[in-house]
T-cell receptor, first 117, second 112 residues
Framework: DTGVSQDPRHKITKRGQNVTFRCDPISEHNRLYWYRQTLGQGPEFLTYFQNEAQLEKSRLLSDRFSAERPKGSFSTLEIQRTEQGDSAMYLC???FGSGGGGREKLFFGSGTQLSVL | TQLLEQSPQFLSIQEGENLTVYCNSSSVFSSLQWYRQEPGEGPVLLVTVVTGGEVKKLKRLTFQFGDARKDSSLHITAAQPGDTGLYLCAGMTTDSWGKLQFGAGTQVVVTP
């Protein structure tokens, strides 16, 4: 098991372009999370899946952002018409959870660093 | 405004010294976690605390959860250069299951 894998590690794009990031979680994990982190800040929650169902979306996730987890395995995060304010590290995490309370362990990938010029 | 406030924002100490990092909120958390993050990497979970007043030790690191489950502290004894990193607290409130929220972090630098 190689942990949570994110691709690409770095992405440079021009304003207005679309970008897509991929996350491969730990294989037996049923929950998958997307976070965004800017310099000097902690990660901000974007969205969360349990299996293929997207259970919660942050208000930060504007209509330009969409996330999918089609077969309950890998996930993609797409940003359409990128803006300079989208520049950040996009982190994916996965966990195995069977109930509430937030006690499961989240395992993070190394992130995708997005720079919008 | 962050739900979890961490202090201090930055801490620079010499090897061998002790340090304490604080995580405070006005909200009650069902659980609280501490992570360490190094540049260019994702956060790595250190510990989860779930019971008010709970104390957990991980080698030279001691974590405490407040009695009211609104605050937590991380104490490092005899810090080493390998302890350098961004320390993040994160928690889930009882009405936001699945939405782990992070503080802004405390950057710790331990110099030899």
């Amino acid at each position: 098991d190689t942990g949570v894998s994110q691709d690409p590690r770095h992405k440079i794009t021009k304003r207005g372009q679309n970008v897509t990031f991929r996350c491969d979680p730990i294989s037996e994990h049923n929950r998958l999370y997307w976070y965004r982190q800017t310099l000097g800040q902690g990660p901000e929650f974007l969205t969360y899946f349990q299996n293929e169902a997207q259970l919660e979306k942050s208000r930060l996730l504007s209509d330009r952002f969409s996330a999918e987890r089609p077969k309950g395995s890998f996930s993609t995060l797409e940003i359409q018409r990128t803006e300079q304010g989208d520049s950040a590290m996009y982190l994916c995490a996965s966990s195995f959870g069977s109930g509430g309370g937030g006690r499961e362990k989240l395992f993070f990938g190394s992130g995708t660093q997005l720079s919008v010029l | 405004t962050q739900l979890l406030e961490q202090s201090p924002q930055f801490l620079s100490i010499q090897e061998g010294e002790n340090l304490t990092v604080y995580c405070n909120s006005s909200s009650v958390f069902s659980s609280l976690q501490w992570y360490r993050q190094e540049p260019g990497e994702g956060p790595v979970l250190l510990v989860t605390v779930v019971t008010g007043g709970e104390v957990k030790k991980l080698k030279r690191l001691t974590f405490q959860f407040g009695d009211a489950r609104k605050d937590s502290s991380l104490h490092i004894t005899a810090a080493q250069p390998g302890d350098t990193g961004l320390y993040l607290c994160a928690g889930m409130t009882t009405d936001s299951w699945g939405k782990l929220q992070f503080g802004a972090g405390t950057q710790v630098v331990v110099t030899p």
